[in-house]
C-alpha cells in the first residue's frame, strides 16, 4: 500500500505580502511532496502566516492557535507552525505562553521550511534568521488559477519609521531581478491571470541593476494580455515624476496610488522619521494630479502617536480636507516592542482622546469618500469582473480601474471580462451600476503602450 503525502493547512493572517508569501510557502512544500489541504482537522501540521503591525492581529493569531491545539485531543500527533512577521517579531520566548507552538519559521526561512518539517523527532525547533540575499527568486508560488496575482518584486524596508516593526521582522531591502519578475507575470498571463498588484514594503523604492520602478512600470505594462497593473505600497518620498509619465501612458496600469501619510503634522512626521514635511506630501499629490487628473488616491492615517497634540490632529483633519482621499485605513496607534517609539517615545496620548479622535477621522474621511464615489454617478467606467457580490449572489462584484467596488448586473458579467458600464448610484465605499455598456475591452492599446491617457475605511494596516 503506497504511503500517503503528509498534509499542511496554510491559514494566513495580515497583508498581500503575507498572501503571496503562503503562496510561495505552498509553492515550495508541494514540490517537496506536501499536500495542501483545506480542512486543519486532517492536516498533519498546521502552518499559521502572521502578521505583526498590530497588536489586535498578534492577539487573533493567540487565540487561533489555542484553538487549534485542541484537535490534539484528536490527533495528538498534529504540529503547529507559526510562521512569518509575528514569529520573527515576537521570538522563542512566545512558546512560554504558547507552548501549543511546535515550530517557528520567520520570513527568510521558507526555503528551508522541507527540511525542517522533516525533523519532526527533533521538535520543538526554532528557525528564525534574516538573511539579506534572500528574494526567493527561482520559486513557483502555489496559485490556484486565479484572475488577479500578487508579486513580490522586493523585500524588507530601510525606512526604520520610529513606530513600525517592518525592518525588524523582513530585514533590509533588497529587490528581485527585473527579468524574473517579468518572466513571472507573462507566465501567470499565459495561464489566465488577467491582473497582478506589484508588491513591497516600499515599493516604488525598486531597484535592481539599471531598473528602477518607472522602468519596472513601463516593461510590465508591455506584457501581452495583462490587462491590469497594481502596486502597494509606496513610500511618498521615493517617488519619481517619470513613474506618474508611465502611469499616464499605459492604459493598462490603474489610476489608483495608495500613498500612506500617517499624519498631517510636521511635528509628528519629524518624531516618525518619515522622511518628507506636510508640504512636501502636498507637492506630491499636485504632481500626480497633473499627469493623472482622475486618479485615485488612498492612504493610511493614525492618531495617538507619542506627543500628539490637538494642533497636531487638526492638522491631519486639514490634510484630509485638502487631499481628499477616495478612502483611508484610519487607526489608533498602538506601540510595537522592538520600535524605537517603543524603546524612546512614552505612550502617552490617554485611550479615551485616540477613540474620540479617530472617530472624528472615520466621520470627516467618509463625508468626503461620499463626495468622492458620487461624483461618478452618471459616467461609464470600465469594470474588471471578480465574481458573485458577497451580500447578492443575484449580482456580480468588480473593480474599476481605480479600485472602487462595483457592484453590477450578473447577466454578462463573466469573471476576468473587462466590461463598460454606467453608474447610477454610489455609496461612501461602493458604485451601483444597473445596466452594462456594449463595448467589450480586451486591454486594447494600453497593454502594448501607446499613449493612453474601496474597501478602506476602518482600524487596518498593510504589514
Known sequence: MTERAPRIYLE??????????????????????????????????VLLNTCAVREKAEQRVVGRIRALAQLRRYRPDLKVVLAGCMAKHLGPALRETLPEIDAMVGPDSYRRLPSLLARVNEWPLVDLALDRLETYEGIAPAR???????????????????FCVVPLVRGRERSVPADEIVRQIADLVARGTVEVTLLGQTVNSYREGDTDFA????????IDGLLRIRYTSPHPADFTSD?????????????????????????????MKRGHTREEFLDRVDEIRSFLPDVSLTTDLMTGFPGETDEDFEMTLSLIRAVRFDGAFLFRYSPRPGTYAFRKQPDDVPDPIKAARL?????????????????????????LVEGPSRRDPGRSRGKSDDF?????????????RLIPVRIERATSHTLI??????????????????????DLLGEARVD
Not at 152 to 162: K, L, Q
Not at 258 to 271: R, W
Not at 360 to 382: C, F, H, S, T
Request: net charge negative; charged share 25%; hydrophobic share 40%.
Open 243 to 271: 513613474v506618474f509619465e508611465v502611469m499616464a501612458r499605459h492604459r493598462n496600469i490603474c489610476k489608483h496610488i495608495h500613498i500612506p501619510v500617517q499624519t498631517g503634522s510636521n511635528a509628528q512626521l519629524t518624531a
Open 359 to 383: 472617530t472624528a477621522m472615520i466621520a470627516l474621511q467618509e463625508a468626503i469618500a461620499r463626495e468622492r464615489y458620487a461624483r461618478w454617478i452618471g459616467r461609464e467606467v470600465d469594470v
Open 433 to 454: 451600476a444597473e445596466g452594462i455598456g456594449g463595448r467589450d475591452d480586451d486591454g486594447g492599446e494600453g497593454a502594448d503602450g501607446e499613449d493612453l491617457a474601496g
Open 404 to 416: 472602487k467596488t462595483v457592484i453590477l448586473p450578473s447577466d454578462g458579467a463573466a469573471p476576468g
Open 215 to 222: 522602468g519596472l512600470l513601463d516593461r510590465t505594462a508591455r
Open 12 to 45: 494566513t493572517y495580515g497583508c498581500q505580502m503575507n498572501e503571496a508569501d503562503s503562496e510561495m510557502i505552498g509553492g515550495i512544500l508541494g514540490d517537496a511532496g506536501w499536500e495542501i489541504t483545506s480542512e486543519p482537522a486532517v492536516a498533519d501540521v
Open 144 to 162: 490556484a488559477g486565479s484572475l488577479h496575482a500578487w508579486i513580490p518584486i522586493m523585500r524588507g524596508c530601510d525606512r526604520f519609521c520610529t
